[in-house]
């Protein structure tokens, strides 16, 4: 039995094999979710568990060099862009943050080794991370 870190057994598999700038999303429970990409579903119901604290707990267990956000979370719920903000400048490292249309970021889940749904109900509470090396 696992000591510390994440306890879901598909989300540390995935964080476990992914190397450098392989990518990973945490997104609401709205965010369509591509056929080919992997999903591990974390909603319980709408609310639980929130975006932030799946995201806090998937970035203590991986080197995230690289964000992308859906450009409309900055007046649509900047709320969450703010908390977002936050826990990243309180890193070491601060990962670099690029804004794509929502368009995008969906299409761009394609890439993603899994998207982890939440039960967060804001609007454009999606996050990819591009994994950093740690060497």
Excluded: W
């Excluded at 990409?37 to 568990?49: M, S, Y």
């Excluded at 900055?74 to 794509?100: D, M, R, T």
Aim: proline share 5%; charged share 25%.
């Amino acid at each position: 039995m696992k000591r510390k870190g994440i306890l879901n057994s598909d989300i540390s598999r995935v964080l476990s094999y992914m190397g450098h700038t392989d990518r990973i999303c945490v997104g609401d429970c709205g965010l369509p979710i591509p056929e080919e990409t992997e999903r591990i579903d974390l909603a319980v119901k709408f609310g639980q568990p929130t975006f932030m604290d799946v995201l806090k707990e998937v970035c203590t267990d991986m080197k995230v060099e690289k964000i992308i956000l859906a450009e409309e979370i900055c007046v649509k719920n900047p709320s969450i862009l703010n908390e977002i903000k936050e826990y990243f400048e309180g890193s070491l490292a601060a990962p670099e943050v690029e804004y794509v249309p929502h368009v995008e970021l969906k299409a761009l889940t394609k890439e993603c080794k899994a998207v982890i749904r939440t039960g967060e109900t804001t609007p454009y509470a999606n996050i990819i991370l591009q994994s950093g090396c740690i060497f």
